[in-house]
């Protein structure tokens, strides 16, 4: 349905509003490329640094907290790179209270700055060794100094939330009669309740002048970043400061997924950004991870069981419409499935133990597999047996059970077809040769080619791109590698997830055999046979 679908919210939600102090846009604040990189394993490179960058500029976020360019010459040379890359988005640099840190801003010739100092107790006596009159001297000179060669300034208090109130108020405005434009309010160590959160920003946004515009930037250490931001939207604060999957120090940050799409849905709150493309940002994000942050599996909106079912009651009625047991349908967020039974049964129904007659009759009738009624029963049987001992009915072990019933299945249609590989390995740089029967136009036509790599599988990929022309434009996202069984002969089962960077489709596919490099062949093959059959529906 897209952006003009209908929100279902309680009528309770609805008439909460008409009290709440919520703003008449919400602006987004990412992160990811700074916070987000003070994940403990993460680290990204330059060229993942400005993909990243122009992502969340297409994604539609307001403002792009490119780095902290003191911090290195890389971190230097990042920021002004994405300075330069004309984006939408403004591009912002963090400072200290230092004049070099903010000269390393104005040098990285950025949009906009960041300053911030903080204004707790413990923090000012243990860490900064500071006065409270100390630091609002800080604030007011180095605000100013900003304010020379900037119009438009943001103000973070740091361990706002655990700071004297009274206090904090008084950093703020010291920080605007100064020069600053926009006031963060950090919950720098996760340490407060959604109530009280909305509480500190509900006074800031009463002492401070109307045309300040209220950030919150919360962190995720009692699991509550995300309730917390919700909670100063509903007293004053226009402005989320987010991170892609919710990366950030320790327990990380609030999660944009989350945070827009509750302000979005619930509240109603209109916005920049461009729902559809949550969903493959954050796998995006993900795979330059390298491996060390995945999207969980139970997270919330773009987890793998965010819009699948298994239970019968369940499957049954998301069959009949598929917003009974959904708030948004996934295209919202990009998750391709269209809301008709055959998407819905794909992409959507899991079998298991759980699973009820209406999902198996459906994911048949989507193979066009027409069974009798002992074979129907003895499939039925056969899932809820396998299911009974642990296991997960996977795509490959459903077709198992048909076929084993039924004897063979129905070919897919195939556009990508492996003819021939040779792959020399050794004490050689490992090369390899592929051949391909690539369809145009209905006829197949042979494609080869050779690459080298680091390795044999690395290799036949590189060899796979040369042949198939549109894979510059089709991107890895993740590989995985398992023994199947053990010993010198194990079957190696490799799944991998591939993105289309024109149509935004991302697709999982898998392959299992003897020989590893065949499998992460195979597997690829498949993954393209698929992003060719999305192109062409």
């Known amino acids: 349905m897209g952006k003009n679908e209908k929100i279902h919210v ?17 602006f987004f604040f990412d992160t990811t490329l700074r916070d987000g990189e003070q994940t403990p394993g993460i680290s990204f490179t330059q060229e993942e640094k400005l993909s990243i960058a122009r992502s969340l500029d297409d994604l539609g976020i307001d403002t792009i907290e490119a780095g902290f360019p003191v911090i290195s010459d890389g971190d230097f040379a990042a920021c002004k790179e994405i300075a330069n890359l004309g984006l939408n988005s403004e591009v912002m640099g963090l400072a200290r209270m230092k004049k070099f840190d903010i000269d390393k801003v104005i040098e990285a010739e950025m949009d906009s700055i960041h300053v911030f100092i903080a204004t707790s107790q413990l923090h000012m006596e243990k860490k900064l060794k500071m006065t409270s009159i100390e630091v609002l001297e800080n604030i ?32 703020n405005q010291v920080a605007i009669e100064n020069g600053a434009t926009r006031i963060n309010i950090p919950d720098t160590v996760g340490t407060i309740s959604p ?48 991170t892609i999957m919710g990366l950030g120090e320790r327990a990380g940050n609030a999660s944009f997924e989350e945070t827009a799409m509750s302000l979005y849905a619930l509240y109603q709150i209109p916005m920049n950004i461009t729902t559809e493309l949550i969903f493959p940002t954050a796998k995006l994000v993900e795979s330059y991870c390298g491996g060390k942050i995945k999207i969980g599996r139970l997270q919330p909106l773009i987890g793998q069981n965010a819009f699948a079912h298994e239970s019968g009651i369940h499957a049954h009625a998301m069959i009949q419409s598929a917003r009974a047991y959904e708030p948004i349908t996934p295209e919202l967020i990009g998750i391709k499935r269209s809301d008709s039974v055959e998407q819905i049964v794909k992409n959507s129904i899991r079998l298991g133990k759980h699973t009820g007659g209406h999902a198996l009759k459906a ?25 009974d001992k642990g296991h997960e009915v996977e795509e490959a072990d459903f077709l198992a059970i ?46 080869t080619a050779s690459s080298i790599g680091v390795g044999p599988v690395d290799a036949s990929v590189k060899a796979i791109v040369k042949c198939f022309e549109r894979m510059n434009k089709i991107q890895l996202l993740n590989y995985n590698i398992d023994a199947v069984t053990g010993g010198t002969e194990a079957l190696g089962h490799v799944s991998i997830e591939l993105i289309d960077l024109e149509s935004n489709d991302i697709i999982k596919s898998n ?15 498949k993954g393209l046979n698929q992003l060719v059959k999305l192109k062409n529906r």
């Not at 009528?11 to 919400?26: N, Q, S, T, V, Y």
């Not at 006074?203 to 909670?231: E, Q």
């Open 363 to 387: 994911k048949l009738d989507d193979l066009g597999i027409d069974t009798s009624e002992d074979q129907f029963k003895q499939i039925f049987d056969h899932i809820k047996r396998f299911g």
């Open 10 to 26: 309680s009528e309770m939600m609805e008439k909460l509003k008409e009290i709440l102090l919520l703003p008449e846009r919400a």
């Open 511 to 525: 392959a299992t055999h003897e020989d590893i490099v065949m499998s992460s062949v195979l597997a690829l093959i």
């Open 140 to 171: 007011a000179k180095f605000v100013s100094y900003a304010n020379d060669h900037y119009d438009k300034i943001l103000f973070s208090a740091e361990d706002a939330t655990r700071s004297n109130i009274e206090f904090l108020i008084k950093a």
């Open 195 to 242: 109530k009280a959160f909305g509480h500190i920003i509900k006074m800031n946004y009463n002492a401070l002048p109307k045309d300040i515009r209220i950030a919150v930037h919360c962190h995720n250490d009692f699991g509550l970043a995300v309730a917390n931001s919700i909670a100063g939207f509903e007293n004053g604060a226009s402005e989320a400061q987010t």
């Open 402 to 447: 048909v076929k084993d019933v039924m004897g063979d299945l129905p070919k897919e249609e195939q556009y990508v077809i492996l003819d021939e590989l040779t792959v020399l390995t050794g004490s050689i740089t490992p090369t390899s040769t592929v051949r391909l029967k690539i369809r145009n136009n209905g006829d197949f036509k042979l494609r």
